[in-house]
């Protein structure tokens, strides 16, 4: 009976030590070999080492520098690549299982075109190097690594954000090239198409100034941009957009716009307000005289502000009844508060038409009263020309004094000879045209005209003695006693015809003095015509008729004209 209860137990031990080889034996089977990717638990951690149960006869140990900041506590689960096995037990790495893992993972995400997490870590020759983890780094080019224009690449180092692989290998290695641009873009594709699907014209949005152009200022609206443009910004006038909205400043906006296939969107600040000019006509009237200010200046005028979003121009010409304005800054400042009147406008066109000097009262409607022809008046002369002088006879009311009208007498070739500028003079009005905006005066009409004296008195045909001024090859000038200054033309002045000019004037110099005969006198002209030939043939006329009264009174006329010039003859 006792043998019988040990062969019994002998057998059951037998049958259990079988299933233990067994189990044993499989267990070792299914052992996971060098160089698979395994998973474990931490059962311990110490300053060097991070235990972990993989299901092996001992703990596996991965370095703690392997974890970097992403330690483990116990109990976590963790991936490790077995290596192998030493005397301590399986030889574990989280490093090099991450390493495996993540190849696959970029692989996956360079084929299928999904993007890969990363870091900008370094600054290389044209462009970044990205940190994609686990020792694995990636070239970014700099076109490809923000959807703007960079000013600072450094300002890009340490930023985290999504790429997507360009290219994997080059020279059968491992050489990621990453685009960040492609995932901004998509990204804000995607930011402003549901702005578009969400948004109406109208609205009231949210964004933040990003950047400024000389047209107006960029809205960032989250990743995408809307434009403030400059005429959107106030209803008044706006020279510099920086006057109205600040750099990285946050603002609420009205949308005016909203164009989907352009992707444009038009933003403003004015409409939070109502159109100034809905009202224009209940405030403004023709002619009426409004204030305002000069906002700019431009070669054709001023714009002048009457109040926010109500803006006219003065044009050049209507800023003064009495001076010629070249330049609208020698009459008005930007800044300066200012009269006009109105003297059009066009509501649908937003446009007003304003005159300065309709603002004043017009010198010209009374100019003719204050200085009717004749008046002696003294002014100063303001300017000189080739052919006159303008005197300032009062404020913005100019003279024009020609040359011709400066002396009786005297040939005045250019003004300048005899006048200077500020010099004062007295002239009297000889013509006023209110109309034309015109008055002339003269200097010589101060005087009786000498021409009308030397024209009674010297009639065609008397004789002077005059004083030779100028020789020219048309003739000789010479000057009368009462000074009076006359032309011997260059056919007067030699008694033989067959005397050229040039060989009879030798004979005269500039101050000789010389007889003349009177041919004919323009008062009118100031014009006189003297003539040698024929003052020398009256001489000779003289003489015969004296000659023949003596013979008359003698011998009763026995000695005839042929007999005088046979004697004069034989003489």
Not at 55 to 72: H, Y
Request: glycine share 8%.
């Amino acid at each position: 009976m006792e043998e019988m209860e040990v062969e019994k137990e002998v057998a059951q031990n037998s049958k259990g030590d079988f299933q233990a080889q067994l189990e044993e034996s499989l267990k070792e089977f299914n052992a996971p070999q060098a160089g698979q990717l395994v998973e474990g638990t931490v059962v311990q951690i110490t300053n060097d080492y991070v235990y972990v149960d993989i299901g092996d006869k001992s703990e596996g140990l991965i370095p703690v520098e392997e974890f970097a900041d992403n330690l483990p506590k116990e109990g976590d689960k963790v991936q490790a690549l077995l290596s192998g096995h030493n005397s301590n037990g399986p030889v574990l790495s989280k490093k090099k299982a991450d390493s495996k893992r993540y190849l696959k993972e970029i692989q996956a995400a360079w084929k299928d075109k999904t993007p890969v997490d990363g870091t900008i870590s370094k600054v290389v020759k044209s462009g970044y190097e990205v940190n994609l983890g686990i020792d694995r780094a990636a070239f970014l080019p700099i076109s490809q690594a923000d959807s703007e224009k960079i000013e600072k690449p450094e300002s890009l180092l340490g930023l985290k954000s999504k790429f997507y692989i360009e290219r994997l290998y080059s020279d059968n290695k491992l050489n990621p090239v990453v685009n960040r641009r492609k995932y901004l873009e998509e990204q804000i594709d995607t930011k402003r198409d549901a702005f578009f699907a969400n948004t109406q014209i109208g609205d009231t949005v949210k964004g933040t100034v990003k950047s400024f152009t000389s047209f107006g200022a960029f809205i960032d609206l989250g990743g995408f941009d809307g434009l403030l443009h400059i005429n959107d910004m106030s209803w008044g006038h706006v020279a510099r957009p920086k006057d109205f909205v600040k750099k990285g400043q946050e603002i609420e906006l009205k949308v005016i716009r909203l164009d989907p296939a352009e992707k444009r969107i038009n933003l403003s600040l004015k409409h939070f307000t109502e159109d100034p000019w809905i009202h224009f006509e209940e405030k403004y009237h023709l002619n009426d005289i409004v204030k305002g200010k000069v906002t700019k200046l431009t070669e054709f005028g001023a714009f002048v502000e009457l109040e926010e979003g109500i803006e006219g121009l003065v044009h050049i010409s209507e800023f003064s009844w009495t001076k010629k304005v070249n330049k609208p800054s020698d009459m008005v400042s930007v800044g300066q508060e200012v009269e006009a009147m109105i003297l059009g406008y066009d509501i649908q066109e937003g446009r007003v038409s304003l005159g300065f000097k309709q603002a004043t009262e017009n010198p010209w409607e009374k100019i003719s009263e204050k200085y009717p022809v004749g008046t002696k008046v003294k002014g100063k002369v303001v300017k000189i020309t080739n052919v006159g002088a303008f005197v300032s006879l009062e404020e913005g009311i100019d003279g024009f004094l020609h040359a011709d009208d400066i002396s009786w007498t005297k040939k005045v070739k250019h003004p300048g000879s005899e006048l200077a500028v500020d010099q004062e003079v007295e002239v009297v009005v000889t013509e006023c045209d209110p109309e034309a905006h015109r008055i002339k005066v003269g200097i010589k009409q101060l005087t009786d005209n000498p021409w009308k004296a030397f024209a009674e008195e010297y009639k065609p045909g008397s004789t002077l003695e005059g004083e030779i001024t100028s020789i020219t090859d048309f003739g000789v000038f010479v000057k009368a006693p009462n000074g009076i200054e006359g032309l011997v033309n260059k056919a007067n002045l030699s008694e033989e015809k067959d005397v050229p000019y040039e060989e009879a004037v030798t004979k005269y110099k500039v101050g000789d003095k010389v007889n003349v005969y009177v041919v004919d006198v323009k008062v009118e002209k100031e014009q006189v015509a003297f003539s040698v030939r024929e003052y020398k043939r009256k001489q000779q006329r003289d003489e015969i008729s004296q000659y023949m009264s003596t013979s008359n009174d003698n011998d009763d006329g026995a000695y005839t004209l042929g007999d005088m010039i046979k004697s004069q003859k034989n003489d």
